[in-house]
């Protein structure tokens, strides 16, 4: 039985920025929240100040578990050798702490399968899904599925951040009925007061690592042939974030001549400034589970353009609060923010729907009663 005091052993991968680390602070404050006793396991070797302040602060336990295997590591490194070396390895240590209830929350898929069903029961939060089959491998695939079935999820609910991924998740490991993915969609915290219209109208933002599957080429074309056929010398497109191709866009940008309207600002302490001060969130990503700086977006009432791949459809309610468009579709891209930024009545009504979407389907109040349901129902009973 679950109750206030219920003792929650956390593994989490949370890395250094991004979604999985915002989620993972979340989860803290939501035990925190529900009364719950969590002892959190580090397996990162790198000493984390904020972490561990954070852990501190709410008073939860940390238990250092970095001299032991946590998967993906040297001659284990291949499923199903990472998961059952995981079991072997964490057997004892998950049982010497007695845990009512084992949560894994990760973002690397197969991580920490091997630590479920060492507690009496267990939750796996998969923030993205599987890519891919090898079609040519049936046999692994069908052992994959096998093991995932019966050995590994047998006694763990296993959920996700959107339909897609959990469609996804439920095909590559053969998960039916009562066992598909629980879907959950994510949060970023109030919806936000929208900043004045008159101050926020020429520059169009986009939030993220620059890395390929954000599809920043297409992002650079799109941004080159809004300016182009704009007609004012405001507008600008800015993304902020660092990644492996950060300086190759710049590179492009630069030899273009337009690096004073197309930029690149790398990390920044201040990302809320840049929403506050947009016009237009635009992400034509090739893979996204679902979005969190679409849903940061929203919530400050900015019309978003996004591509129509994975969870992103599902945050971007189409001809609403955006335009959800196919990734390489250069010139019906720029056409959709040119058409935001000149039709102000479209603007607005578009500005209030985005704040309206968020409120109803991605509100902090509706998150945080779907966790609660997904814990409940791990063990059988209510909070």
């Not at 989490?12 to 991004?18: D, I, L, P, S």
């Not at 339909?163 to 490991?173: D, L």
Request: charged fraction near 25%.
């Amino acid at each position: 039985m679950l109750i206030p005091g219920s003792k929650v052993l956390l593994f989490a991968e949370y890395g250094r920025m991004g979604g999985t680390r915002t989620y993972f602070k979340q989860l803290l404050a939501l035990y925190k929240k529900f009364g719950l006793a969590v002892t959190v396991v580090r397996t990162y070797a790198d000493d984390d100040p904020e972490i561990d302040e954070l852990v501190g602060a709410y008073g939860f336990d940390c238990v250092d578990a970095t001299d032991i295997a946590s998967g993906g590591v040297g001659l284990w490194r291949r499923f199903p050798f990472c998961a059952l070396y995981e079991r072997y390895s964490f057997r004892r240590f998950v049982r010497s702490l007695m845990p009512d209830i084992l949560v894994a929350s990760v973002g690397t898929p197969g991580l920490f399968v091997g630590v479920l069903g060492l507690a009496r029961h267990s939750v796996y939060i998969l923030h993205t899904y599987p890519h891919g089959r090898d079609d040519a491998r049936y046999w692994k695939e069908s052992l994959r599925r096998l093991i995932y079935r019966h050995a590994l999820l047998g006694r763990t609910r296993v959920m996700t951040v959107s339909k897609y991924s959990g469609a996804r998740i439920a095909e590559a490991w053969g998960l039916c009925g009562d066992r598909k993915p629980v879907v959950v969609y994510s949060t970023v915290g109030e919806p936000a007061v929208p900043a004045p219209v008159e101050r926020t109208r020429r520059t169009i933002l986009t939030v993220g690592h620059v890395v390929e599957y954000k599809n920043p080429y297409a992002w650079i074309n799109t941004a080159m042939s809004v300016i182009d056929a704009s007609e004012s010398a405001d507008v600008r497109f800015v993304w902020v974030g660092e990644g492996e191709l950060l300086d190759e866009c710049r590179r492009i940008v630069t030899e273009q001549g337009m690096e004073r309207r197309i930029l690149f600002v790398g990390l920044s302490d201040d990302v809320e400034s840049f929403y506050r001060d947009c016009a237009i969130y635009f992400q034509p990503s090739l893979v996204e589970s679902l979005g969190l700086s679409v849903l940061d977006a929203l919530r400050h009432g900015k019309p978003c353009v996004v591509s129509n791949r994975g969870g992103l459809p599902e945050v971007v309610s189409d001809g609403e609060c955006g335009w959800v468009m196919a990734p390489h579709e250069v010139d019906a891209m720029a056409g959709r923010l040119l058409d935001l930024l000149n039709d102000d009545a479209r603007y607005a009504q578009m500005s209030a729907s985005a704040v309206r979407r968020y409120g109803q389907v991605f509100a902090p109040s509706i998150w945080e009663e779907r966790m609660i349901d997904v814990l409940a129902s791990a063990v059988g009973t209510v909070l």
